[in-house]
Each structure stands twice: as C-alpha cells, then as structure tokens.
C-alpha cells in the first residue's frame, strides 16, 4: 500500500553529484519489486477459499483470521519505523520479504485454527513492514530522479496482485492445495527478490549505501502519528482504506443481493473496480505533472463518489458494474499521491500515515457490515459513496502537490 528521515538518517535527499547511468536490470527493479508484493499478496488472497475450505472454517471464523492481519498491520508501524531507522529500507526490504515468504507458507500448512491465526497476524506485520520499506525507497528514487512515478509503481503492485489471484485460481482448479501452491512459487520468488534487490543496490545511491558505509542515524521517537497538516494525509488514507476495503468485501454481495447476480457475474464488480484502478495508475504520473496531486485526488475522490452513487440507485446489474468501476478510477490514485507527499517529509510520517491506512483498512468491512446488517448493503454502499465526497473535501486542505 516513500519517506527519508525524521527518525531517519542524517542525509538529505538530494541527488548527488554523479549518479551512475541505470541499466535494464536498474529500471526494473523498482516496478518488479512492487509486482513482487502484489503477486505474493495476490496469491495468498487467490488461496483463502482453499484454506477456508481445507480447515472446514465457517463465515465467522474466516473474518476473525482476516482480522488478524488487520491488527498485526495496525501493530507494525513501531517495527517498521526502528528498521527504517537502523538499516534502511533496502535492508528492510530484504528482512521483510524473506519473512514475507516463511511466513506464507506457514500459513498455508497450518493445521488449526489458533496455529491459522497466529500466522496470519505475522502475516500482516510483515507485509506491512515490507509496504512501508518499498515506499518508502520508491519516495528516495522519486526525489533522485526528480520526476513522479509513484503512480506507476502501484499499478504494478496492482497488476501483480491480479496476477497471484489469477494464479491462486489457476492452482486450485488443478487440484494444488495451498501448501504446493506457495512451496511451488517460493523458491522463484525468493530468486527474484534478490535480483530487485540486486538492482536497487546499485540503482539508489542515497540512504542505504550510507548506512551500509556505517553512518548512524539520528536520534528520535521510533513512531508517532501524523500530526499538523500530514495529519490530513493520514485522514485521506484511512477513509480511502476504508473505501477500498469495504468495496473488496461487499462489493460482490451487493451485486447479488441488490440484482439477484450469479455466482460467475458477481464478483465482476471487484474485477471492474481493480481492472480501472490499474489502468488509472499507469497514466497518474504524467496527470500529477499536468494538474498535481491535490486536484486529482479531490476530482478523482469525487468521481469515486458518483460511481458509488450510480452502483446504489442502478436499476441493473450491468449499470452497476459501471459504478464500481468509476469508483475504482477515482480511488486509484489517492494511496500513490499520498504516501508520495509524506515520504518527502521524512520515514516517521510515512509510518504514522500508513498506520492510519491500516486502521482504515482493519475497521472498514466490519464498519459496513454492522452498517448492512442494520439498513441493509444498499445503504452500506451509500456510506461509501458519502466517505468518498468527505475525501474530496479532505484533499482541498492537504500538502498534496
């Protein structure tokens, strides 16, 4: 789901005076690193109905594991903020992902359900320790470059993310449980996190080759929230998280509910709501150089919110397909602008904002649940689409740029 130094390390991030020309395996390495942890996050979310269905978990018990994740999330920002500090997120990158793997694969060989959610819970903390590493050095090579790409970059986390679902698919109409699944793509992925890592070594020439020369960092608070106007940041990622999971959750239920939506036709709203997401994410930052960040995310907020609107007084299914998939567009660059503005203020507020998004992301679908199980999911969606306007305003008052 991009930050140099508060509690951080003592250089600016300023390019230096020669940066050495990039090679394929340079430029790459960025944009697969993001793909990277959307295909490993695709490919545990492509599983979970096999998991579901391996330990024979019922409706209930499904949401307490995914819960989990959402509190080791919450919880991480303290981890990630010292490691940023002491190693920088290149060496972070590495910890994280390797556990990001072990992990993984612990989870989908647990045998019960207390061992399940254990697993899941280091789950979210590594992903999040991995999340907050990656932007934050996607934050580093945008300074030295000098030109955005934040955008781009999540769209490959995106495309990777479609990829692993696909994969988890592909695998479980073969008959690969979960545990083959992840043993079977483990190994190449661990190949290839090293060759991104590889490539970032050589390619960002700033912090972490500063703190592998033995330059310690500053003293300071490991974590805080956000405060003053990146406060307003954090608020725009959590209802954007809140958005955002809360139409990955119901979004398909609603569909078949509301219109009576077949199994096959149902979840195309998440498809339609991803689908325009990536394609918005791959033009955001050449947009952000036109128009800046704060006017896209409030006209694209608002356009988020007229999608919803459309998704929720539909008369059909098809009408409402079009709505989530406006939705998607306009949400698609809110989390890329926004973790791009506060990692140019230093490790800690990236940290404090992303805790924030994760709060969002851990309150939202039992929000909207308790909401549809009260007035109903048609009402539900209707408070998407009113958090989307509230972002809209929100945007008008943020560092956005």
């Known amino acids: 789901m991009s930050l140099t130094s508060t509690v951080t390390v003592a250089a600016p991030l300023t390019p230096p005076a020669a940066v050495l020309p990039c090679s394929s395996l340079r430029h790459l390495a960025l944009p697969a690193s993001f793909a990277w942890y959307g295909l490993l996050m695709g490919s545990w979310s492509g599983r979970l109905p096999a998991i579901k269905q391996g330990l024979h978990l019922t409706h209930s018990q499904l949401a307490m594991v995914l819960l989990c994740?959402?509190?080791?999330?919450?919880?991480?920002?303290?981890?990630?903020?010292?490691l940023l500090?002491?190693?920088?997120?290149?060496?972070?990158?590495?910890?994280?992902?390797?556990?990001?793997?072990?992990?993984?694969?612990?989870?989908?060989?647990?045998p019960s359900l207390p061992l399940l959610m254990a697993a899941v819970l280091a789950l979210g903390v590594t992903s999040s320790v991995f999340d907050v590493a990656i932007n934050g050095l996607a934050?580093?090579?945008?300074?030295?470059?000098?030109?955005?790409?934040?955008?781009?970059?999540?769209?490959?986390?995106c495309a990777g993310g479609l990829g692993g679902v696909t994969l988890g698919s592909v695998m479980a109409s073969?008959?690969?449980?979960?545990?083959?699944?992840?043993?079977?793509?483990?190994?190449?992925?661990?190949?290839?996190?090293?060759?991104?890592?590889?490539?970032?070594?050589h390619a960002c020439s700033g912090e972490p080759v500063r703190i592998a020369q033995g330059v310690a960092p500053e003293a300071g608070p490991a974590f805080a929230l956000p405060r003053g106007r990146l406060a307003l940041l954090g608020v725009l990622g959590l209802l954007c998280a809140i958005a955002e999971g809360s139409v990955g959750s119901w979004s398909a239920l609603f569909m078949k509910e509301q219109f009576?939506?077949?199994?096959?036709?149902?979840?195309?709203s998440l498809s339609a709501f991803t689908m325009m997401m990536l394609v918005s994410r791959c033009f955001g930052d050449q947009m952000k150089a036109r128009h800046g960040a704060r006017a896209l995310v409030g006209a694209g907020s608002a356009t988020a919110a007229f999608g919803l609107g459309i998704a929720v007084f539909a008369p059909g299914a098809l009408?409402?397909?079009?709505?989530?998939?406006?939705?998607?567009?306009?949400?698609?660059?809110?989390?890329?602008?926004?973790?791009?503005?506060?990692?140019?203020?230093s490790k800690l507020a990236l940290a404090g904002v992303a805790t924030m998004a994760y709060a969002g992301s851990l309150m939202g679908p039992p929000l909207m649940g308790s909401v549809a199980e009260g007035l109903g999911l048609q009402a539900a969606i209707a408070c998407i689409a009113l958090l989307a306007a509230a972002m809209a305003v929100v945007a008008r008052?943020?560092?956005?740029l």
């Open 397 to 400: 008052r943020t560092c956005l």
């Open 260 to 268: 009576g939506a077949s199994d096959a036709m149902a979840p195309l």
């Open 174 to 201: 073969m008959q690969v449980t979960a545990l083959q699944h992840v043993s079977l793509i483990a190994l190449p992925l661990c190949a290839l996190l090293w060759l991104c890592l590889q490539g970032l070594a």
């Open 69 to 82: 994740s959402g509190i080791g999330a919450v919880l991480s920002p303290q981890l990630s903020s010292r």
């Open 85 to 110: 500090a002491r190693i920088g997120s290149l060496h972070t990158m590495r910890i994280a992902g390797l556990a990001l793997l072990v992990v993984l694969m612990a989870a989908a060989a647990a």
């Open 319 to 345: 009408i409402a397909l079009a709505g989530f998939a406006l939705a998607g567009l306009g949400l698609a660059l809110v989390f890329p602008f926004v973790y791009s503005a506060a990692g140019k203020e």
């Open 139 to 157: 934050t580093h090579h945008e300074a030295l470059q000098r030109k955005p790409m934040m955008s781009r970059l999540h769209a490959c986390a």
